[in-house]
């Protein structure tokens, strides 16, 4: 009987916690229209490990064509690549890059990519950005919409650009560079440029 009336009393303590913090998202969400859009450069590095005794990318699926195609059509991968603020293996990680990669054209290299930017130190120390696009993978520069966002950064929206810092093909380790501009809701702080190195 103790434990039930313990259990119940605990269950009514959440329950009225959980409707306070969704009265307050409530609020904020409402009035989002008075806040001023902030606006951040972000620049990192991004270590793409495709071999080795400890890769980050991994295939899951592939189609019953992949074998045979030439652009590895139906490929799918997921990653889990460390952010770094330099393109040296040691600088210091700034966050994890996760999600997935699928080969998504029949005719050339080129990927169909939904990924999220976890930021895991600095001012941006637990938000995500998101994006979504074509990663056409022998361009030297590529671009992706920027779609959203976490934390921070809600409402975030904008553009990536993506280029190979390096690659080297006896062990499969690539280095990508990224730089995102992106606006977003910021209650707390005026227009932010910043770069991996600072956060």
């Known amino acids: ?39 951040a450069v972000v620049h990192f590095y991004v270590q793409d490990v495709l071999g080795g005794l400890n ?11 992949t074998a045979n195609s030439t652009t590895s059509f139906g490929q799918v991968r997921v990653l889990d690549d460390r952010m770094t603020a330099a393109p ?5 990680t700034v966050g994890r890059l996760q999600g997935l990669i699928t080969f998504a054209d029949l005719e050339t290299s080129a990927l169909a990519m939904n ?11 637990g938000s995500t950005l998101c994006i979504l696009g074509r990663n056409q993978i022998m361009n030297a520069q ?25 690659y080297d093909v006896e062990t499969n380790y ?22 991996a190195a600072d956060m």
Not at 11 to 16: R, S
Not at 55 to 65: N, Q
């Open 1 to 39: 009987m103790a434990k039930q009336l313990i259990a119940t009393v605990f269950l009514m303590i959440i329950a009225i916690i959980s409707s306070t913090h969704a009265h307050e998202e409530e609020a904020w969400f409402r009035n989002i229209r008075g806040l001023k859009e902030s606006i």
């Open 55 to 65: 890769p980050t990318v991994y295939e899951v699926a592939r189609a019953s064509i």
């Open 88 to 92: 040296e293996a040691s600088s210091a």
């Open 115 to 125: 990924l999220n930017f976890y930021f895991t130190s600095g001012e941006y120390n």
């Open 142 to 166: 590529r671009e992706f919409p920027v779609v959203g966002g976490t934390g921070a950064f809600r409402f975030a929206r904008g553009y990536a650009l993506s280029s190979t810092y390096s």
């Open 174 to 195: 690539g280095v990508l560079e990224y730089t995102m501009y992106v606006t977003y809701v910021n209650t707390t702080s005026a227009s932010l440029i910043k770069s």
